[in-house]
């Protein structure tokens, strides 16, 4: 790629997507670069201040190459979704491409990638006491339990969480419980898909190479001082309930800590919960026929970057 593109306003929102510790930060850098793009994080994790470490958050030079968006955007205490994401991210996307900017969205939460681009069914009001009801038992049962009871209401919803996805068990059984009807079957529901044209990309490893970034990713987070981040966050009032918290890498620290297990066994679980969910999000994504799969191995984020540019239309060049 030599030299900077142009802005087009009719060149596509590009998407690129794939598992954690694919390379997807870096090859969007690279892409944003190129055709002088603006990036919109689509991760779930990412959009929380102080959770760093554990979500692989660009670091301050990646973020001076590009303007990023839906990065240190809100206190971990907070709660967010896809739709809410869907709503903010449509209205962001629209500004910059009426100011003739280029669009990549980068991220590995298929969730909100989906909402994003498809649409979102109509959010039902949370019944705050139901929520809280359920919230406590997960605290004392444990997610698993309700993740059973789930799959007793609505198993197609529940095939599609993590059993120890507490927050979004609780969520699909308050659905359930407050209005009769299955989660499942609100999100098949008539959407509205983007008003944007878009071109969706993911990255693709051989297994093993996968899991061995997957391992050299965990590896790192803790030199870099994942335990340390996770005691500042506990130490400084956010409860370990907290829906932030839930995520891979953070839950197994709490664990750690409150001497569940060994330091060596935190180590082994978050490496394991982490190719799990590599697993799930290539599930997620090869079930969209629409996205041109890149393979990556033996290139360096450039190469894909350049591969990718040259699946784009002539507009956003």
Wanted: glycine share 6%; with cysteine.
């Amino acid at each position: 790629m030599a030299g900077n593109s142009t802005q087009h306003m009719g060149a596509p929102v590009v998407v690129i997507a794939g598992p954690t510790a694919s390379g997807k930060t870096e090859v969007a850098i690279e892409l944003a670069e190129h055709i002088d793009a603006e990036i919109v994080s689509s991760d779930s994790r990412q959009i929380y201040k102080q959770l760093t470490i554990g979500t692989a958050k660009p670091t301050e030079s990646q973020l001076q190459k590009a303007p990023h968006h839906f990065i240190d955007l809100l206190e971990p205490q907070l709660e967010y979704s896809a739709g809410k994401f869907c709503r903010d991210a449509r209205k962001l996307i629209a500004v910059l491409r009426g100011r003739d900017k280029n669009v990549v969205v980068v991220g590995g939460s298929g969730m909100y990638i989906d909402a994003l681009l498809n649409g979102f069914f109509q959010p039902i009001a949370a019944d705050k006491a139901l929520q809280k009801a359920l919230k406590r038992r997960a605290q004392i049962e444990g997610s698993e339990a309700l993740h059973t009871e789930l799959a007793k209401v609505d198993p197609e919803r529940a095939a599609e969480l993590p059993a120890l996805d507490a927050h979004r068990i609780v969520r699909s059984l308050e659905i359930y419980y407050a209005t009769g009807q299955k989660h499942s079957a609100l999100l098949k529901e008539p959407r509205i898909p983007a008003n944007f044209p878009f071109v969706q990309f993911a990255l693709n490893w051989p297994r093993q190479e996968l899991y061995d970034r997957i391992e050299k990713r965990v590896d790192m987070m803790l030199q870099d001082g994942l335990v340390a981040e996770v005691e500042y966050l506990l130490k400084n009032g956010l409860a370990k309930e907290t829906n932030a918290l839930l995520t891979v890498g953070y839950r197994e620290v709490i664990q750690y800590l409150e001497c569940e297990f060994s330091y060596d066994m935190m180590v082994e679980k978050i490496k394991q919960h982490t190719r799990n969910y590599a697993k799930r999000q290539l599930t997620w994504f090869k079930r969209d026929k629409r996205i041109h799969w890149i393979d990556c191995f033996g290139k360096v984020p450039k190469e894909i970057a350049d591969e990718i540019c040259g699946h784009l239309p002539e507009a956003s060049e």
